[in-house]
């Protein structure tokens, strides 16, 4: 039986070394979480990095990203890939982490791949979106993704993008989704889609939407509380999630290790109802 085993590590926040964002100890939370993935009975088709990957999109926090795949994620021996989310840098990850040269001036092109395992496409989507916390895709981008899924052919595909594109009901973070979630929509819906793979909401989501599973793996970097209205509560708390592909199936386990959960900030600016 043909299975496909993608683990999705997502919004990282890493820091230049020894810098604590928001209080907490990112680099050493995705140490943590290769740790907790040797332990286990999984052995990786691929790993994926669905945004966040830096707090600041600074040079030395795309050092510490490059040093830290080294170290922890190339031993699993399986591709190592990465979509970019509102935190990001385009230009700063393709320099360093990438070790591209400088683009022309105001060239940004997004930053996509695919992958094709032995049952499933992967296909990764760039929805940073510069100065703004929610995404976007764009006209050219979603033409692209309509034609790596036709071209997937028996196979189905899985989409990794950074932002959420479905409300939670929660009118703060509804404010920052992907803002063509309803172009996207329909290309997805043309095509045999297993799920959707996203980041962004530092919290377990899923939801059926345009005819496919769209999943939002628990964060690297710490965990918010999704009953907050207003502001935002986050805590201490890290995780990952596998997505296990077989016949033609997604299968999405969300992983959140041992933690106090310690309270890192609150910013609501309402009591409770």
Request: charged share 25%; hydrophobic share 45%.
């Amino acid at each position: 039986m043909a299975e496909s085993i993608i683990v999705q590590l997502s919004d990282l926040h890493l820091a230049a070394p020894g810098e604590l964002p928001y209080g907490t100890d990112t680099a050493g939370n995705l140490r943590r979480v290769a740790k907790a993935l040797w332990a286990m009975d999984v052995r990786p088709s691929a790993i994926v990095l669905s945004g966040d990957l830096s707090d600041r999109g600074d040079a030395a926090s795309y050092e510490q990203l490059r040093d830290l795949v080294a170290e922890e994620l190339d031993p699993f021996g399986c591709p190592v890939l990465a979509v970019l989310g509102n935190h990001d840098d385009r230009l700063q990850f393709r320099r360093t982490v990438l070790g591209e040269e400088a683009p022309a001036e105001g060239v940004d092109e997004p930053f996509t791949h695919v992958l094709d395992l032995d049952d499933v496409r992967l296909v990764l989507c760039d929805s940073h979106w510069r100065g703004h916390v929610e995404g976007l895709l764009g006209e050219a981008q979603l033409a692209w993704l309509d034609e790596q899924l036709a071209g997937a052919g028996e196979r189905p595909s899985v989409i990794v993008v950074h932002h959420l594109s479905v409300p939670r009901g929660v009118p703060r973070a509804d404010d920052y989704l992907l803002e063509d979630r309803a172009d996207f929509a329909e290309v997805v819906a043309r095509h045999r889609v297993a799920a959707v793979l996203c980041g962004h909401s530092h919290v377990t989501t899923a939801a059926a939407w345009a005819g496919t599973l769209h999943a939002a793996a628990p964060a690297v970097a710490f965990q918010l509380d999704p009953s907050a209205r207003t502001g935002g509560r986050g805590y201490e708390g890290t995780g990952f999630a596998i997505c296990t592909m077989r016949d033609g199936l997604a299968v999405v386990n969300a992983h959140l290790l041992p933690d106090p959960g310690r309270e890192l900030f609150d910013r609501r600016t309402s009591a409770r109802p």
